[in-house]
């Protein structure tokens, strides 16, 4: 069964937009964190943003601007709007939701992550 789902990735061409949604069930217990990292091929995962439970906000720096993080708590879903795509944007992105259990267990899951390519 598969906790964390993400929609929306494609393929746009520079300077476009695309936004992607990431659902977390209702089976994770107290999401504190959701984030978005991506990866393109060869390189390693890395942080794109992240947004707590509480609305604080974390950019890389190459996204600062074009970016933004959202989230909606009673949906346990976040969403990434991008803008200004260029070529570099180009990986699969990933969701990640960190939780504590019941018992304060932490506890990560990742999504199955969805293609974003920008077509220069």
């Known amino acids: 069964v598969q906790l964390v789902v993400e929609s929306g990735g494609g393929l746009v061409q520079t300077g476009g937009s695309l936004r992607l949604s990431c659902a977390a069930s209702?089976?994770?217990?107290?999401?504190?964190?959701m984030a978005w990292y991506r990866q393109a091929p060869g390189k390693q995962r890395d942080l794109v943003a992240a947004?707590?439970?509480?609305?604080?906000?974390d950019y890389a720096d190459s996204v600062k601007g074009r970016f933004t993080i959202s989230r909606d708590n009673a949906k346990n879903t976040v969403y990434l709007q991008m803008d200004s795509l260029k070529p570099e944007d180009t990986a699969v992105y990933y969701c990640?939701?960190?939780?504590?259990?019941?018992?304060?267990?932490?506890?990560?899951?990742w999504g199955q992550g969805t293609q974003v390519t920008v077509s220069s």
């Open positions: 947004i707590t439970s509480g609305g604080s906000t």
């Open positions: 990640h939701v960190s939780a504590t259990s019941q018992l304060g267990v932490p506890n990560n899951h």
């Open positions: 209702g089976s994770i217990f107290n999401i504190y964190r």
